[in-house]
């Protein structure tokens, strides 16, 4: 899978595991890829370990799924079976008027999911939206605190953050992929945007 973009590396592991394949090595090309495979291997039951040599990364799966180990993750088979609600956001702020005033609305509606009674299972970061979990607005890193301490599942696009050069500054959540983040979508029971 080396030169695969996000999500091809854990699409095409899925479908050799899925085939019966009981010992799986992938190579890819970066450090995102490898967690994203590790997390489908932990979804199953599995074991992985990850392996680099010569700028390229090994990722081995092995052993036997746990008996009903794909039957509670989502359809992924990535991570939990949300259920619930997910909130996507795709962007740096509200709507389509003026930016500052947008950046401050999903600032309050960030603050307000936290300190709601109804917790969403994922909030869910695309595109200029991974601006939020990688910057410096206290607020916005407190309220994504709360909503992981609440057991809410925080993923972002790890795809995004490379193309914004903020792979390394992400400080709240799990760097994810396409696969998983369209996986929490299809596994709720509604999905609200923002």
């Not at 939990?80 to 909130?87: D, F, K, M, S």
């Not at 109804?118 to 994504?144: H, R, T």
Request: with cysteine; charged share 20%; proline share 3%.
């Amino acid at each position: 899978a080396i030169g695969k973009a996000c999500p091809m590396p854990v699409v095409m592991a899925k479908r050799e595991l899925d085939g019966g394949c009981g010992d799986l090595t992938v190579a890819v090309d970066n450090e995102t890829a490898v967690e994203n495979l590790k997390r489908l291997a932990a979804g199953r039951g599995l074991q992985a370990a990850a392996e680099a040599r010569d700028g390229v990364f090994h990722v081995r799966i092995t052993g036997t799924a746990a008996a009903g180990a794909g039957e509670a993750l989502s359809p992924c088979a990535c991570g939990p079976q949300t259920g619930g609600y997910a909130v996507f956001i795709g962007k740096d702020r509200v709507g389509e008027g003026e930016g500052e005033l947008g950046y401050n609305l999903l600032k309050m509606a960030l603050y307000t999911l936290a300190q709601g009674d109804s917790v969403p299972a994922a909030v869910l970061f695309m595109n200029s939206g991974v601006k939020l979990p990688a910057g410096d607005e206290e607020q916005v890193l407190d309220s994504l605190r709360t909503l992981l301490d609440r057991g809410a599942e925080v993923l972002v696009c790890g795809t995004c953050l490379n193309f914004y050069g903020l792979t390394e500054r992400l400080k709240v959540g799990t760097v994810s992929n396409m696969y998983d983040i369209l996986g929490r979508m299809q596994a709720a029971q509604k999905v609200i945007t923002l």
